[in-house]
């Protein structure tokens, strides 16, 4: 059964960083793509960046380009969002998502991914 458990979010001034994990159980991350999805209050879904299964694709949706970073640990089955330089509008409840694919051919697409964990919150605010 896939999980997916993300911690790390929490309230933060502009300017700061936090560091997103998403503990993953019941598949194997190799062969799955991995995403960070975040939703704000009445906006859509936006994927903020996501990796591939082989860990040789990256993507960053151009609103967290140079700020974001993405990484993965395979052998600790968890892959991981650093956050830099927070904005206001980064302000969201950030999932994490995967999909049985190395990797996506949409890949700014939330409809995507087929399994979601339950998401943390993300307060950018002074």
């Known amino acids: 059964q896939v999980q997916l458990v993300e911690s790390g979010g929490g309230l933060v001034q502009p300017g700061g960083s936090l560091r997103l994990s998403c503990a993953t159980s019941?598949?194997?991350?190799?062969?799955?793509?991995i995403g960070w999805v975040r939703q704000a209050p009445g906006k859509e879904r936006e994927v903020v960046s996501c990796?591939?299964?082989?860990?040789?694709?990256?993507y960053y949706a151009d609103s967290v380009k140079g700020r974001f970073t993405i990484s993965r640990d395979n052998a600790q089955n968890t892959v991981y969002l650093q956050m830099n330089s927070l904005k206001s509008e980064d302000t969201a409840v950030y999932y994490c998502?995967?999909?049985?694919?190395?990797?996506?051919?949409?890949?700014?697409?939330?409809?995507?991914?087929?399994?979601w964990g339950q998401g943390t919150q993300v307060t950018v605010s002074s």
């Open positions: 019941g598949f194997t991350l190799d062969y799955y793509t």
């Open positions: 990796i591939s299964g082989n860990n040789s694709n990256t």
């Open positions: 998502a995967t999909t049985p694919s190395v990797w996506l051919l949409r890949v700014s697409d939330p409809g995507q991914y087929d399994y």
